[in-house]
């Protein structure tokens, strides 16, 4: 076993190539969520049933219409088909006798029964359809939210809103669509069967035995199509990763002038697609001429041999008529089917996607004994924790150790790639180490509910992000805020300035990403959001990268300008720029993953190591 997957590393049935083809292997997953809603999905099949059953009456009457009208045919009008299409409330108009409007009338009444129960039917499945889709994209979004941080270091976004968007759609066609026509098929097939062998047997056999022939067609086609359209889906998937990064980095396309080189990413990958695409339809136009090859062949003997089952007198005329109509109904379910097929191979390479998502299994989770926190938090302590990423052989910490407690202002400073966002990470619980112990209030933050932590923590990234909307919403995100508490909120994190002399105030859009803020505006609008319910623990990531010295001054200020002792909450600062956590009760600096000193401002310059290098570069004060 690698060390990747030792640490945990997700994967997914979409990661490994499944060569075998299969129709239906992972599809049929859709049906418990059908299952769901089953008295929908069970009146939409018996209204299909009851559908099919009209749709094919009218061509018993057709035939019952030839026997009347055949001079040839005895005693018809005696027979029990005459009491079946006249009653005394049908009267004779003339030349036209009852029996001939009841004929008429059968018809009419067949084709409106249809209408209605064809209508019902599609109306119940395509509901069942949309509110099954709507499960399983709610499954998928929820099991991938639940996924640890380093399953998305390695997948593109793009490509997991492909599978969101466009395969659960492509399931949504196949309940409501395929499985309509897999019940029309079968209905018709079904009852058809019967009606033909009722009437002849021999000419049933006669048009049945080429259909077997249809068996290998299928099995060729199933077995070929597949992979391409699983590639054909993935390739769709690299499409919508690619424009999602070039829209989301159109600046800096524009700014390098690459408006050539992506356009050429795009259309590397629109071009598989187009290649895949161009195969499967080849497989395809090779499958649906061999169904219409045997249905001609079917039909070819069923006529060649009507004249002597006529001649026997097996079947009226009457009968054969009824006969040949019906059995021409039977083709349509045979290019059904060859549709059919190729929706149903299209849904297998879509399920596959959709359900790998489904199927995923977080490696940091909730045990099963985990206690929620539900005293504030007084103290958060690292004892000898190392910790390497899953797609890493190389320790980013190695056995450090530090606590702050309330009230405690703790800074880190480090060279790039020193380890210092990774012990912010450890502590969000976005990884987990693979030695040593992180503990909150003294109790291991393995043991304690996920999101109970997170609750009391205030975490503001390196790159703010700012989801689409206003500033209200951003501030206020997944939480329930007064206008009180989202303006104290923009006062403590320095933001109301700019926000009070904006025309829209808290209800400014922000634009995606918040695109349409500055990156100070950002960054402000950010802490914001992690001041909102005054956290017992504040993590700070480079939140003032991108601030001038005066506003970070004032927010500091704002943050830990309070003498009287009633600001209890823990600070934890990660900063290159030194005057940022100067004022901190400890700083820690790290080299490698490894704290190398700590202490005081005043102390690690006196100290003349690592800390006061750096601050003697960023003050000017570095001799050569």
Same mark, same amino acid.
């Given at each position: 076993?690698?060390?990747?997957?030792?640490?945990?590393?997700?994967?997914?049935?979409?990661?490994?190539?499944?060569?075998?083809?299969?129709?239906?292997?992972?599809?049929?997953?859709?049906?418990?969520?059908?299952?769901?809603?089953?008295?929908?999905?069970?009146?939409?099949?018996?209204?299909?049933?009851?559908?099919?059953?009209?749709?094919?009456?009218?061509?018993?009457?057709?035939?019952?219409?030839?026997?009347?009208?055949?001079?040839?045919?005895?005693?018809?009008?005696?027979?029990?088909?005459?009491?079946? $299409?006249?009653?005394?409330?049908?009267? !004779?108009?003339? &030349?036209?006798? *009852?029996?001939? %409007?009841?004929?008429? /009338?059968?018809?009419?009444?067949?084709?409106?029964?249809?209408?209605?129960?064809?209508?019902?039917?599609?109306?119940?499945?395509?509901?069942?359809?949309?509110?099954?889709?709507?499960?399983?994209?709610?499954?998928?979004?929820?099991?991938?939210?639940?996924?640890?941080?380093?399953?998305?270091?390695?997948?593109?976004?793009?490509?997991?809103?492909?599978?969101?968007?466009?395969?659960?759609?492509?399931?949504?066609?196949?309940?409501?669509?395929?499985?309509?026509?897999?019940?029309?098929?079968?209905?018709?097939?079904? $009852?058809?069967?019967?009606?033909?062998? !009722?009437?002849? &047997?021999?000419? *049933?056999?006669? %048009?049945?035995?080429? /259909?077997?022939?249809?068996?290998?067609?299928?099995?060729?086609?199933?077995?070929?199509?597949?992979?391409?359209?699983?590639?054909?889906?993935?390739?769709?998937?690299?499409?919508?990763?690619?424009?999602?990064?070039?829209?989301?980095?159109?600046t800096v396309v524009q700014a390098y002038n690459a408006t050539d080189f992506e356009g050429s990413r795009i259309e590397g990958q629109s071009g598989d697609y187009r290649d895949l695409a161009i195969q499967a339809a080849f497989l395809r136009n090779r499958f649906i001429p061999g169904i219409y090859v045997v249905a001609g062949i079917s039909f070819g003997l069923?006529? !060649?041999?009507?004249?002597?089952?006529?001649?026997?007198?097996?079947?009226?005329?009457?009968?054969?008529?009824?006969?040949?109509?019906?059995s021409t109904r039977m083709t349509m379910p045979m290019f059904i089917l060859g549709m059919l097929l190729n929706q149903l191979q299209r849904g297998e390479a879509a399920s596959k996607?959709?359900?790998?998502?489904?199927?995923?299994?977080?490696?940091?989770?909730?045990?099963?004994?985990?206690?929620?926190?539900?005293?504030?938090?007084?103290?958060?302590?690292?004892?000898?924790?190392?910790?390497?990423?899953?797609?890493?052989?190389?320790?980013?910490?190695?056995?450090?150790?530090?606590?702050?407690?309330?009230?405690?202002?703790?800074?880190?400073?480090?060279?790039?790639?020193?380890?210092?966002?990774?012990?912010?990470?450890?502590?969000?619980?976005?990884?987990?180490?693979?030695?040593?112990?992180?503990?909150?209030?003294?109790?291991?933050?393995?043991?304690?509910?996920?999101?109970?932590?997170?609750?009391?923590?205030?975490?503001?990234?390196?790159?703010?992000?700012?989801?689409?909307?206003?500033?209200?919403?951003?501030?206020?995100?997944?939480?329930?805020?007064?206008?009180?508490?989202?303006?104290?909120?923009?006062?403590?994190?320095?933001?109301?300035?700019?926000?009070?002399?904006?025309?829209?105030?808290?209800?400014?859009?922000?634009?995606?990403?918040?695109?349409?803020?500055?990156?100070?505006?950002?960054?402000?609008?950010?802490?914001?959001?992690?001041?909102?319910?005054?956290?017992?623990?504040?993590?700070?990531?480079?939140?003032?990268?991108?601030?001038?010295?005066?506003?970070?001054?004032?927010?500091?200020?704002?943050?830990?300008?309070?003498?009287?002792?009633?600001?209890?909450?823990?600070?934890?600062?990660?900063?290159?720029?030194?005057?940022?956590?100067?004022?901190?009760?400890?700083?820690?600096?790290?080299?490698?993953?490894?704290?190398?000193?700590?202490?005081?401002?005043?102390?690690?310059?006196?100290?003349?190591?690592?800390?006061?290098?750096?601050?003697?570069?960023?003050?000017?004060?570095?001799?050569?």
């Amino acid at each position: 076993m690698t060390r990747a997957m030792a640490v945990g590393v997700a994967k997914d049935s979409s990661d490994l190539e499944d060569e075998s083809q299969i129709v239906g292997r992972k599809i049929w997953r859709i049906f418990p969520y059908v299952k769901r809603y089953w008295v929908r999905a069970l009146g939409g099949i018996v209204a299909n049933v009851a559908a099919r059953a009209f749709d094919l009456i009218p061509f018993i009457a057709i035939g019952w219409a030839t026997d009347y009208y055949n001079p040839d045919t005895a005693d018809f009008t005696n027979s029990s088909i005459e009491k079946l $299409v006249t009653s005394d409330l049908i009267p !004779s108009l003339g &030349p036209i006798s *009852s029996v001939e %409007l009841g004929f008429g /009338l059968l018809i009419l009444i067949s084709f409106a029964a249809l209408a209605i129960f064809q209508g019902f039917s599609n109306q119940l499945w395509q509901s069942t359809a949309y509110l099954a889709q709507h499960d399983i994209r709610m499954d998928a979004t929820h099991s991938l939210m639940a996924m640890e941080a380093s399953y998305f270091e390695t997948r593109q976004t793009g490509n997991l809103m492909s599978v969101l968007s466009a395969d659960v759609a492509q399931l949504e066609d196949i309940i409501s669509d395929s499985s309509t026509s897999i019940i029309r098929i079968t209905t018709t097939f079904i $009852v058809a069967l019967l009606i033909m062998f !009722s009437m002849s &047997p021999t000419l *049933s056999l006669i %048009l049945f035995a080429p /259909l077997f022939l249809i068996i290998p067609m299928v099995i060729w086609f199933s077995t070929r199509v597949q992979r391409k359209y699983r590639k054909q889906r993935e390739s769709t998937g690299g499409i919508v990763a690619i424009l999602e990064n070039v829209l989301s980095g159109i600046t800096v396309v524009q700014a390098y002038n690459a408006t050539d080189f992506e356009g050429s990413r795009i259309e590397g990958q629109s071009g598989d697609y187009r290649d895949l695409a161009i195969q499967a339809a080849f497989l395809r136009n090779r499958f649906i001429p061999g169904i219409y090859v045997v249905a001609g062949i079917s039909f070819g003997l069923l006529v !060649s041999a009507g004249g002597w089952v006529l001649n026997s007198g097996e079947i009226t005329v009457g009968q054969f008529v009824t006969f040949l109509l019906i059995s021409t109904r039977m083709t349509m379910p045979m290019f059904i089917l060859g549709m059919l097929l190729n929706q149903l191979q299209r849904g297998e390479a879509a399920s596959k996607r959709v359900f790998a998502l489904i199927d995923l299994e977080p490696s940091i989770f909730d045990k099963e004994d985990a206690i929620p926190l539900n005293d504030p938090i007084t103290s958060i302590t690292f004892d000898n924790v190392s910790f390497a990423y899953p797609t890493s052989e190389v320790n980013v910490l190695n056995e450090i150790s530090f606590s702050a407690s309330a009230s405690e202002f703790l800074g880190v400073m480090g060279h790039t790639g020193a380890g210092k966002s990774t012990i912010l990470k450890l502590i969000e619980r976005f990884y987990e180490p693979q030695n040593g112990n992180v503990t909150i209030n003294g109790i291991n933050i393995n043991d304690l509910q996920i999101e109970s932590v997170r609750a009391r923590i205030g975490f503001v990234s390196q790159d703010p992000f700012l989801f689409f909307g206003t500033i209200r919403d951003n501030v206020a995100y997944a939480r329930d805020a007064s206008n009180e508490q989202i303006h104290n909120a923009l006062e403590a994190a320095g933001a109301w300035e700019f926000v009070s002399q904006m025309s829209d105030g808290m209800d400014t859009m922000v634009g995606d990403r918040g695109v349409m803020l500055s990156g100070g505006q950002r960054a402000r609008v950010s802490l914001a959001r992690a001041l909102l319910n005054d956290p017992d623990l504040l993590i700070l990531d480079e939140a003032s990268a991108a601030l001038d010295a005066e506003t970070e001054k004032r927010i500091q200020k704002s943050l830990f300008g309070n003498s009287n002792g009633s600001n209890k909450r823990i600070t934890i600062a990660v900063a290159h720029r030194l005057a940022t956590i100067r004022n901190a009760d400890e700083i820690i600096s790290m080299v490698d993953g490894a704290i190398v000193e700590r202490g005081k401002h005043e102390e690690l310059v006196e100290n003349d190591n690592v800390y006061a290098s750096q601050w003697a570069i960023q003050t000017g004060e570095l001799e050569d």
